[in-house]
Each structure stands twice: as C-alpha cells, then as structure tokens.
C-alpha cells in the first residue's frame, strides 16, 4: 500500500480514534469515511465495545458497517442485529482467571461480558458483574450476580476491575500468571483490564472479516490508539496511531496521524480520496 494505492479495507477503533473527545463522528471524518466507501473501499468498526454499544457510532456515521467488538472475541451485524460469530471463554476458564485475577490483584471486581443471537437478546444479561464492581465508565447494563453465577456461563470477555490502580501495573503482574489461560489487553488506563480468549484479537477479528472478501494484510489500513489496537495495528499493511495513542501503540504503528479531536483519521484517510 503506498500514498496513491487506495487500501481494499479500512478497519477502525472506536473510541479515542474514529470519535472525537465529545464521543461524536466529526462531520469530517464522516465525510471521509463515506468517500471511501463511495469508492468501494471496504469499512469496519473494530473495537473493545460490545454489540449493544454500536448503534450510537453507525448513527454518527449514517450508515452500518460490520463491527469486530469485545476485542476480536464477536463479529456483529449492526444492519440486521446479529451475532454472526462469538468466540468465548468457557466457564472453566473463567475460573480460572478469576482464581489468578482475585490473587494477583487483592480486592480487585470482576465481570464478563456475553452475547446473545443479537445486541439485545433480552433473554441473555449481557454485562455481568461481581458484587461491589466499580465501573470505569457509565454502564447501565448492568446484572449484579454472586461470583459464582459469573463464572457459570461461556462469556466473550473477563473484566478485572481495581478501582485507583493503573491498567498498565495490573498488566504486568497479570501477565506474570496467566499464561495459556487468556489473552489480557487494556483500553483505559484506569484500572482496568480485559481478558478474551487464548489467540483473539482485533487482529484475528478484522482478518475473520476480509478473508472472505478476498483481503489481505496487505490491502488493509487501521487506525488505533491503545494497547488493545496492538495486534492490529502490526498485523495490517499499514497500521496508523492517533496522536493521542498510548506510547506502545505508537510504536506498534507505520505511521502517526493527528488526534482523534483534530480529524487524525480524516487526515489519512484524504490522502486517497479528497
């Protein structure tokens, strides 16, 4: 891919690169977002958020294109509203990891995330959470349980909240332990950390997605900001960090663009179609 050869395949995070600090698509980057698929280029969403959280991002971008979430772990079609694969941790696991997580990191609370047939299957609580879970940010979907109902289920994603410690320290020490039991990432700083199955990432997410359609690495370009964008941003031709991106995605990254508050996606993105 070089500056005059369109990518057949954008793939994008969500938050902190596809939307602007006020959690909005600038008018910018919707337009260049819209040139390119006008042209043909294929757009997907690939990003830590579940399926129930998509709606708001394709009514910015007025139009609904396929959505790798939880991190690689579940291809979701926000068109039709539906789970077109999951990947999960089975409740073995789950213990597992929840054995090391509430050793490793003492008062630490735990939640998972499962997914139903679409992003509101009513008959499937989707975000789960220990008693005592303090949220990083706002989420009204939540179903307290006992620990045990938590880990009783297949879930997409293992949740390891601490509350005034930094993502990044709980990283270290989680790594230390885990091994072969799950993959742990991080989208926030603040204190929270993310466990998806053994080999899944949003890499493994977008490639699900363009294998069918006859896509590369080669031919795909993806934007990012956090360590959860790692994997993608090495794995894709090119792979472009935000100007606000955490040190390890920048330097996981072919290129640094401009903020996600100053169109940085936009900015690529002109370059082959403008």
């Known amino acids: 891919m070089t500056d005059t050869t369109p990518p057949a395949l954008i793939a994008t995070d969500v938050d902190g690169t596809l939307l602007d600090d006020h959690e909005r698509v600038s008018p910018r980057t919707r337009a260049a977002v819209r040139a390119a698929v006008d042209a043909g ?24 294109p396929l959505a790798v979430c939880a991190n690689g772990a579940v291809v979701y079609d926000p ?20 054995d090391i997580a509430l050793r490793v990191i003492p008062g630490a609370g735990l939640a998972v995330e499962r997914v139903g047939r679409s992003a509101h299957d009513a008959a499937t609580p989707q975000f789960v959470s220990s008693p005592g879970y303090e949220h990083a940010w706002l989420n009204p979907d ?15 994603k293992l949740l390891i909240r601490k509350a005034g410690a930094t993502s990044a320290e709980m990283a270290v020490e989680l790594e230390k332990h885990i091994g ?24 493994t997410g977008v490639e699900e997605v363009a294998a069918p359609l006859g896509i590369g690495a080669e031919g795909i370009i993806a934007f990012g900001d956090m360590p959860n964008d790692i994997p993608m941003l090495r794995w894709s031709g090119h792979g472009v ?4 991106a955490h040190p390890e995605a920048v330097a996981a990254a072919d290129e640094v663009t401009a903020r996600n508050s100053e169109d940085g996606l936009a900015l690529v993105l002109e370059r082959f179609w403008s």
């Open 41 to 64: 280029t294929t757009f997907i969403l690939a990003t830590g958020r579940p399926p129930r959280w998509i709606p708001p991002v394709v009514d910015g971008l007025g139009f609904a």
């Open 79 to 98: 068109a039709t509203d539906r789970i077109l694969s999951a990947r999960t941790l089975s409740a073995d696991a789950l213990a597992a990891l929840a």
């Open 142 to 156: 939540n179903t307290e349980v006992s620990i045990e109902d938590l880990l009783s289920a297949p879930a997409v």
């Open 180 to 203: 072969t039991e799950g993959d742990i990432t991080y989208s926030t700083n603040n204190g929270l950390i993310e466990v998806v199955p053994l080999g899944i990432s949003k890499a």
């Open 241 to 244: 960090a935000m100007g606000n």
